[in-house]
């Protein structure tokens, strides 16, 4: 199996725009280094909002050079880009989008969900692009809950949705452009499970809900646990009942070089980044 390296246990908040309050659980800063290829994992709400008249979220903004999925569990979300892309996610569906050589793309409350309110939650994940693809053309993937697989453990333990990658010969629709398992996790208190993660990937188990014990540790919400890349697979118990997502993937192990909402691989294609994005190169949203 593989061991345990770290806990994080120290979460920022801080909103995103005025429909997202978030905390950052994986940061680029201090983890990207070692749990390539996921660079940045935001954990939004849960939190209540009123019905209201005018969608709360974030304006058109900026990406290049890697993917950001977004996974609802209560909510709905409503997503435009300069790609030609749209759609409404609700609980249970994911957005998978490749922001690539780069898209101006706006994400906000559902117009029926601001009209009637109610709880949002979500967490948004950022995956790295190989240096190779960093430049390929933008793409999105609207996964519905019903195209996901779930699969129930033994024991009526709870059940696992795998998003992308592989788990029990049960594969995810989404298109990754390097091996990786995103997977959705609901586990009982009181059950054990394992999971497998390849010789040589790295791997992190996010506790979003409950809690878990893992070598002994215990883990509560919003508390990331980080393995090495020595062995095979992970385990882990609920101590309450838990919602968490078991992210490993083949690190890419090529230079970051980051700012606001660019990851690029050199500092010159960062500027250039910025450049283009000044330019108008990235487009319009009306």
């Known amino acids: 199996m593989k061991q345990l390296r770290e806990v994080s246990r120290q979460a920022s908040g801080h909103w995103v725009g005025d429909g997202f309050p978030v905390r950052q659980l994986v940061s680029i800063e201090r983890d990207a280094a ?56 609700g609980p249970g569906d994911v957005q998978w989008m ?46 519905t809950t019903a195209q996901i697989p779930s699969i129930e453990l033994a024991q009526h333990a709870g059940q696992v949705r795998v998003i992308a990658g592989e788990y029990q010969g049960m594969k995810g629709p989404a298109q990754t452009f390097s091996p990786m398992n995103v997977l959705d996790l609901r586990l009982k208190a009181g059950h054990a499970a394992t999971f497998d993660a390849p010789e040589g990937w790295n791997a992190m188990l996010v506790v979003l809900h409950g809690a ?3 070598e002994g540790q215990k883990l509560a919400a919003e508390e990331v646990a980080h393995y090495g890349r020595e062995g095979k697979g992970l385990a882990l118990k609920a101590v309450e009942d838990t919602t968490a997502l078991i992210l490993s993937g083949q690190p ?6 980051h700012y606001g909402p660019f990851v690029m691989n050199t500092q010159q294609e960062l500027k250039q980044a910025f450049a283009d994005y000044n330019s108008g190169r990235f487009g319009h949203l009306a």
Do not use: C
């Not at 019905?51 to 903004?61: D, I, S, Y």
């Not at 692009?129 to 430049?135: E, G, I, N, V």
């Not at 890419?252 to 070089?257: G, K, N, Q, R, Y």
């Open 34 to 89: 070692s749990t390539s290829p996921f660079l940045m994992l935001d954990h939004a709400g849960p939190r209540e909002f009123p019905p209201a008249q005018t969608p709360r979220g974030v304006g058109a903004h900026p990406h290049r050079g890697f993917e950001t999925v977004t996974i609802v569990y209560h909510g709905e979300v409503e997503h435009r880009d300069t790609a030609g892309n749209s759609g409404v996610i």
């Open 98 to 143: 490749t922001a690539a050589s780069g898209v101006l793309h706006d994400e906000f409350h559902s117009r029926s969900f601001t009209a009637r309110g109610g709880v949002m939650e979500m967490a948004q994940l950022w995956v790295n692009l190989p240096a190779r693809h960093k430049m390929d053309a933008p793409r999105y993937q609207g996964l």
């Open 212 to 214: 878990v014990e893992v």
């Open 252 to 257: 890419l192990d090529e230079p970051i070089a």
